[in-house]
Nanobody
Framework: QVQLVESGGGLVQAGGSLRLSCAAS????????MGWFRQAPGKEREFVAA????????DYADSVKGRFSISRDNAKNTLYLQMNSLKPEDTAVYYC?????????????????WGQGTQVTVSS
């Protein structure tokens, strides 16, 4: 079992930045590939970014490429999402997730463990 707790969400103006954190605990979280997803009201949960267990490989949704950066610190069992140049359409609840399947998964049903989510609101 892996427990995930997100933090760092909030209200920011368009063009601003936020950094989300996800603290992991439980069974060797550093061995899991991890990702960030988001869900806006009335929409399905969508993939944002993923990172391999070593941190050596990353993947991003086209909508956030060049603006968001995913990273992890395995010594601290923490996952990060640096979000720059935020847009109103980035407004959503952001979730971190972990998967035991390995690297390269972008569908929410491929992830085993989820945090409770943190709200990000971008005003225009």
């Amino acid at each position: 079992q892996v427990q995930l707790v997100e933090s760092g969400g909030g209200l920011v103006q368009a063009g601003g930045s936020l950094r989300l954190s996800c603290a992991a605990s439980g069974r060797t979280p550093s061995r899991y590939a991890m990702g960030w997803f988001r869900q806006a009201p009335g929409k399905e949960r969508e993939f944002v970014a993923a990172i391999s267990w070593s941190g050596g490989s990353t993947d991003y949704a086209d909508s956030v490429k060049g603006r968001f950066s995913i990273s992890r610190d395995n010594a601290k069992n923490t996952l990060y999402l640096q979000m720059n140049s935020l847009k109103p359409e980035d407004t959503a609840v952001y979730y971190c997730a972990a998967t035991s399947r390995g690297w390269g998964y972008t569908r929410s049903n491929e992830y085993n463990y989820w945090g409770q989510g943190t709200q990000v609101t971008v005003s225009s």
